[in-house]
């Protein structure tokens, strides 16, 4: 069984094992001088106006009092009269990732490092969902926003699980007025509130991965495939859905929820790894499972679905991850708990990898093609560890039986990566979600010799390519919005978060 298989929970707000924990009123805030100076003072919830600035302490990352602070006060320290002590609003930097929440705490974000920042909340978590490309224009950066998703749900009972249609609307900018312009009636405020609009299939397994194909826009046909628990990969046509939400009157006939095609070749051995290839129009579909094969499905001339009968094979772990290459069309890479990252050419009669290199001790979760720089990938692991490579340089690595080096690695989150992806336009820029409850968001390009780059506002072991950490619950899987830049969209224990941060 893969490390995130679903299994059966008893309330229909949390992921399987979750522990919901209460947690302090501290804000969350960026790891860069220039994004501690952006984001300004928090606010007291409270109200309480300070009489001298002498009264707040100011502390470092790990909660201690900055050094440069200490000297003035010692005395204090020394009488146990401490404005730490007495004050529990104190300004700290916090990182979620470096102490679990505690009893009767809770984590705030302060809204001005976010230029957009909503939640969702569904019936059931999900594991999995993605975005669907739609006909509004690429490049969209005026508010408010409106995107499409399909979302794979992990319900109590396996005859509850749904695939929901979801479209988002009214996704409105951060307000960063004064107090008195928040000072609205209640009228004005619901007229702000984003709009959820939601279709359902009745699914008879849980979603372990969905996505979206990547050519629905430009066609009459929204298809997405789903991997379920069960082992099956459904194919189904959600065009009537989604065209449901901007046709008043139009009624989705019950046939629209029925799949294109039930693929069957895993047998009752369920996968994780799934991926539409960005180049065939037609439609090309790899999927991966537990045992370790891969299979090729394809649509026909004529409309129909056919599955290649020889899987490939060459992993002696489950297949955790698929990504196609996003300029070659008969080129894929595949990512295994066996720790190895392999990769394949469609045109080999054998299906034998081409290419096999060791670049983890543990499993291989998620990767990420880069779509700009067709020679890069980023992979994350189990044991926290994400990292770059270089293509171009597996070949002489194979030959000369040497270990491979990653062009860039980060030791950073401390629990298992749990989603990876390239900016669709930036190729410095990576966002990463780990199990450690946040998603990161990273820029390769900042230099390590960079002065202002290595000042970290007093924050033990922080790289300085990190530019963003956000808290999620639970967090399972986070995607650049395609034709939003700077949007994220991420699934974890508490619904759907979207958010776009003023570092990106």
């Known amino acids: 069984m893969s490390k995130r298989s679903a299994e059966t929970i008893e309330e229909p707000t949390k992921l399987k094992n979750g522990q919901r924990e ?4 501290v804000p969350a805030v960026g790891t860069t001088e220039h994004d501690l100076a952006e984001m300004g003072e928090f606010e007291d919830q409270y109200g309480d106006d300070f009489e001298s600035d002498d009264e707040v302490l100011e502390a470092g ?25 007495e004050d529990p609003n104190v300004i700290q930097v916090y990182l979620p990732s470096r102490r679990t929440l505690g009893k009767d705490e809770i984590l705030e974000p302060d809204p001005s490092a976010y230029d957009m920042l909503h939640s969702i909340n569904t019936t059931w978590p999900c594991l999995s969902f993605d975005i669907i490309k739609d006909g509004l224009g690429d490049e969209r950066r005026n508010y408010p926003a409106t995107t499409y998703l399909v979302a794979g749900s992990q319900a109590e009972r396996a005859n509850k699980n749904e695939i929901t249609v979801l479209k ?34 009745p699914v008879q397994s849980t979603i372990n991965r969905i996505r979206a ?14 991997m379920n628990e069960n082992g099956n990969v459904l194919i189904h046509d959600i065009h009537s859905h989604i065209l449901s939400f901007d046709t008043p009157g139009l009624t989705i006939p019950t046939s629209a929820n029925s799949p ?10 369920e996968g994780y790894a799934i991926d539409w290839s960005p180049l065939s129009s037609r439609g090309q579909l790899l999927t991966g499972d537990n045992n370790g094969k891969i299979f090729l499905t394809s649509r026909t001339e004529t409309g129909g679905w056919k599955t290649d009968a020889n899987p490939f094979t060459g992993h002696t772990g489950s ?7 996003p300029t070659q069309p008969t080129i894929f890479a595949s990512g295994s708990s066996d720790g190895t990252v392999k990769i394949w050419d469609l045109r080999s009669k054998k299906h034998k990898p081409q290419l096999s290199v060791d670049v983890s001790s543990s499993d291989i979760n998620v990767m990420s093609w880069n779509k700009r720089v067709d020679f890069l990938l980023a992979t994350g692991a189990d044991d926290g560890v994400w990292g770059v490579w270089d293509l171009r340089t597996f070949p002489s690595a194979v030959s000369s039986s040497t270990p491979i080096v990653p062009t860039a690695q980060f030791t950073f989150h401390q629990s298992p990566i749990t989603s990876i992806e390239f900016h669709p336009t930036e190729d410095s820029i990576v966002s990463v979600a780990s ?22 506002a007093g924050v033990e072991d922080i790289p300085p390519q990190l530019l963003f950490v956000h808290y999620m619950k639970d967090v399972k899987e986070a995607h650049w919005h395609p034709q939003i830049p700077g949007m994220m969209i991420s699934t974890g224990g508490d619904g759907l978060g979207v958010f776009k941060t003023i570092s990106v």
């Open 319 to 325: 297949i955790e991850e698929i990504q196609w290459s």
């Open 435 to 456: 199990a450690d409850n946040t998603v990161t968001l990273w820029d390769l390009g900042v230099e390590l010799d960079d002065e202002e780059s290595r000042d970290t």
């Open 61 to 85: 990352a790990d909660g201690n009092p900055d050094p440069d602070s200490e000297d003035d006060e010692e005395q204090q320290d020394l009488d146990g009269d401490t404005a730490m002590d």
């Open 213 to 226: 194909g990547p050519h629905s826009h430009e066609s009459s046909e929204h298809l997405i495939a789903s």
């Open 260 to 269: 294109l095609v039930t693929l069957k070749m895993h047998g009752r051995t």
């Open 168 to 201: 988002l609307s009214s996704l409105n900018k951060m307000p960063q007025d004064d107090d008195e312009d928040e000072e609205e009636d209640e009228d004005s405020d619901t007229e702000d509130d984003p709009i959820l609009e939601s279709r359902i299939i």
């Open 22 to 25: 209460e947690p302090v009123v």
